[in-house]
């Protein structure tokens, strides 16, 4: 069954930690996202890749980072210097080109106390 | 103003209901329309998706664009409490990076 898995569900973690959210496909596609979705803001881009080592930053970049070595996988990793980390996290992917949608993971909600 | 207006609700309605969900936007490339629907603590899923101006139907639901007045519609017939969700419209062209609307909440009520 062809889809995308972010793990864990659930994450907590304290002020000051760095933490990796994970993010695989088995649909293979070479495009893949990060959202980022908080109460009333909609989706907001994160960072996106295109191709296997390659990524660009989205709308609200600062303060996370990703690695793209392979084709199925897209870490996140939100560091300490994201002022407000506490957020639903979503995982996509697409075919690349305008006229592909977006397929979501089942995302990962973060807590930071 | 942004480039995709969504009103976010909540919109309340009966069960077996017809409803309309919209989104206007500004972007005139725009070109591809899609709807997904968003359950609590869930990603979006794909709903429906369109090319261009014209209507789309899939069991009870009805996609609608109307590209001369920047305007997409999303209707449920016979909506059910099963239907209660937010729904997001995504648009994309010129960029394979869609744009998202915020999402309108419906909640249809038995």
């Known amino acids: 069954d062809g889809g995308i898995t972010q793990s864990p569900k659930y994450l907590f973690r304290k002020e000051g930690q760095n933490v990796t959210l994970s993010c695989e496909q088995n649909?293979?596609?070479?495009?893949m996202y990060w959202y980022r979705q908080d109460p009333g803001q909609g989706l907001r881009l994160i960072y996106y890749s295109q191709i296997v080592n390659d990524f660009q930053k989205g709308d609200i970049a600062e303060g996370y980072s990703v690695s793209r070595e392979k084709k199925e996988s897209f870490p996140l990793t939100v560091t300490s210097a994201q002022k407000n980390p506490t957020a639903f996290y979503l995982c996509?992917?697409?075919?690349?080109?305008?006229?592909?949608?977006?397929?979501f993971g089942n995302g990962t909600r973060l807590t930071v106390t | 103003q942004k480039e995709v207006e969504q009103d976010p609700g909540p919109l309340s309605v009966p069960e077996g209901a017809i409803v309309s969900l919209n989104c206007t936007y500004s972007n005139s490339a725009f070109q591809y329309f899609m709807w997904y629907r968003q359950y609590s603590r869930k990603g979006p899923e794909l709903l429906m998706y369109t090319y261009s101006s014209g209507n789309k139907e899939d069991g009870r639901f009805t996609a609608q664009v109307d590209k001369s007045s920047k305007y997409i519609s999303l209707f449920i017939r016979d909506s059910q409490p099963s239907d209660s969700a937010t729904y997001l419209c995504a648009m994309s062209g010129g960029s394979y990076i869609p744009t998202f609307g915020r999402g309108t909440s419906l909640i249809v009520h038995p």
């Open positions: 996509a992917s697409s075919i690349v080109g305008m006229e592909s949608p977006l397929h």
């Open positions: 649909l293979n596609h070479d495009a």
